[in-house]
């Protein structure tokens, strides 16, 4: 074990734990999935430890010009944000297979104004006008019609709970997890992505 690496545990409640952080990605090149920038190509957050990645925060670079449903409201005009997830699903612990999944669409960034009817979570100023900022978007797409929800080797599903906590749970990130926010099918937006993520909950584990 290198000299720098601890055994620790975290619970639940550790400060640690409970502390979000913020992971600011490049800015996305325009069109159909366009990708955010970073030194050497595609800017990624790679998860250093286990980690929770609880949503998205957006800053409009150029203001989208699509139109998207949300809630049985048409928003125009939006652009729309999907997620990549690259996991390694090989169990061996002697090969990496790298697996790559895409939740299309998760965030819907609309209008000149929040509109509180077909997204009422959500708080910021000016979503679609250059420099507007809002959030936060959750990653974890569960509730309305959508029960289930594949994520790496996992498939969540609906909660049994009351409707107003389905789909705002965390999703988990293994230590080397990669995850990155690019354009959906909108010709002219560009954006700053920025991820909140936090340490995950663990006993005995390597941590710097």
Request: charged share 5%.
């Amino acid at each position: 074990m290198a000299q720098n690496n601890a055994i620790r545990s975290l619970f639940y409640d550790d400060g640690v734990v409970l502390a979000r952080q913020g992971i600011q990605q490049g800015p996305t090149a325009a069109g159909a999935a366009g990708l955010p920038s970073g030194t050497g190509g595609v800017s990624k957050f790679v998860a250093w430890t286990n980690m929770i990645l609880w949503g998205v925060s957006f800053l409009t670079v150029v203001a989208g010009t699509s139109t998207a449903t949300v809630n049985g409201t048409a928003l125009s005009p939006c652009y729309q944000a999907s997620l990549v997830y690259i996991t390694n699903t090989n169990t061996t612990g002697t090969a990496v297979t790298m697996n790559t999944q895409t939740v299309a669409n998760f965030a819907t960034v609309a209008g000149t104004a929040l509109n509180s009817g077909a997204q009422p979570n959500l708080f910021g100023y000016s979503p679609n006008i250059a420099n507007g900022a809002s959030g936060l978007y959750a990653v974890n797409t569960l509730g309305g019609t959508n029960t289930t929800m594949a994520w790496g080797t996992q498939t969540f599903t609906n909660p049994t709970g009351p409707a107003g906590v389905q789909g705002i749970g965390g999703l988990p990130l293994g230590i080397g997890d990669q995850v990155y926010v690019q354009n959906g099918t909108d010709t002219t937006a560009t954006f700053i992505a920025v991820l909140h993520v936090s340490i995950a909950p663990m006993v005995g584990a390597v941590s710097a």
